[in-house]
């Protein structure tokens, strides 16, 4: 079966799309989309998306934010497994070297935390995570 037997089955009466062909009889109806038909579609479809790109940031947001409580979170575990661990004494703020890789009283968490991730808000647009952590 070819495309215009398939055309007819599935428009019987009206002929295929090749009616629109340039030696076609005038009585017979030209199967297709005018410009304004287009237009239409084309309007509708970015009303839609412009009803759908702030829910879309709104969600965004939300995740962002959710990361921030999650890492808030393992944070407060973090400090909680030092101090169990030194005899509940938390780490110090003070700067140091801790294995290069963090000052302050974000070194002596790392082991605990073991992603440096964690220690900064998706959100937060102060720059890079080093310049954060060390000043």
């Not at 495309?3 to 009466?13: D, M, T």
């Not at 304004?36 to 509708?44: H, P, R």
């Amino acid at each position: 079966m070819d495309f215009k037997s398939a055309l007819r089955l599935i428009l019987p009466g009206k002929g295929a799309l090749a009616t629109c062909s340039p030696d076609s009889r005038s009585d017979e109806k030209c199967i297709a989309f005018t410009l304004i038909e287009l237009l239409v579609v084309i309007a509708i479809i970015s009303v839609i998306a412009a009803i759908l790109f702030p829910v879309f940031a709104q969600a965004r947001e939300k995740a962002r934010a959710a990361m921030c409580v999650s890492n808030e979170r393992q944070l407060g575990l973090a400090f909680m497994q030092y101090a169990q661990d030194c005899d509940e004494i938390l780490p110090i703020g003070a700067s140091g070297d801790y294995g290069g890789v963090f000052s302050g009283w974000a070194g002596p968490l790392f082991p605990y935390v073991k992603n440096e991730h964690v220690y900064q808000c998706p959100d937060d647009a102060r720059g890079p995570l080093t310049r954060i952590l060390n000043g």
